[in-house]
């Protein structure tokens, strides 16, 4: 299985020169220390801030450069600050590519539940619901399965939802799957040493398999 590590590596595959990309709280935050050299992506936070760096060494920390999941961040040259209503205008407007977000459950239909189990006490949705109505692309860092051994990649989210048909990918610790435009979840990707039988046996929404399905390559 991938570690956190490893799906965040896997996912910084998926981004294109010339991106603005929106890190979700948790593993997407990772991705930040996997961007491709010499790739141009700008890395944006809901709190106001674009042109995010990799996670700071102990010299580099600055306790006033922090991202939405209120974690120490460096900058990159040329960045910049600003309010977070102006952050939310940029992410409203459509102007961010692809949004990378943790989540408890997807469907087959690539609906998304992120942001509340009920029951528990939580601060509030954040910028989730935002994000994921306006994100032109977005992929779902994840683990395939609650702690409990039960799928997270589902029929139908029985958590409050965050958004409705919106996820595009996942790569979860076990696979990289496309949620298809007419449902369902086509495996890609397997993690290494695992098989797809397995992925199959934890995966309770539509499973879609052609041909051989490849390992996960990292490196």
């Known amino acids: 299985m991938l570690d956190k590590n490893g799906i965040a590596k896997r996912i910084a595959r998926e981004l294109k020169d010339g991106y603005y990309v929106n890190l979700g709280i948790g593993i997407p935050t990772l991705v930040a220390n996997y961007i491709p050299e010499g790739m141009d992506v700008v890395l944006q936070s809901e709190n106001g801030l674009l042109g995010i760096g990799p996670f700071p060494t102990e010299e580099e920390v600055d306790a006033d450069l922090i991202n939405a999941g209120k974690q120490t961040i460096t900058m990159i040259p040329g ?8 952050s939310f205008a940029m992410i409203r407007g459509g102007h961010v590519d692809l949004t990378i977000l943790g ?67 996942i790569v979860s610790d076990l696979a990289v799957l496309d949620v298809l435009p007419e449902g369902g979840f086509k495996l890609l990707e397997r993690a290494p040493g695992v098989s797809v039988d397995y992925i199959r046996s934890v995966t309770e929404g539509k499973l879609i398999i052609e041909g051989e399905i490849p390992e996960i390559v990292l490196e």
Not at 79 to 86: C, Q, R
Not at 128 to 150: E, P, R, T
């Open 79 to 86: 960045s910049s600050l600003f309010s977070s209503a102006d």
């Open 103 to 169: 989540a408890m459950e997807v469907s087959e239909h690539g609906d998304i539940a992120n942001w509340k189990i009920p029951g528990k006490m939580v601060k509030g949705m954040g910028g989730a619901m935002d994000l994921v109505a306006s994100a032109k692309n977005i992929i779902v860092a994840m683990q395939h399965c609650s702690k409990d051994g039960k799928s997270k990649l589902l029929k139908e989210c029985t958590l409050p939802l965050t958004g409705i048909r919106c996820v595009k990918k």
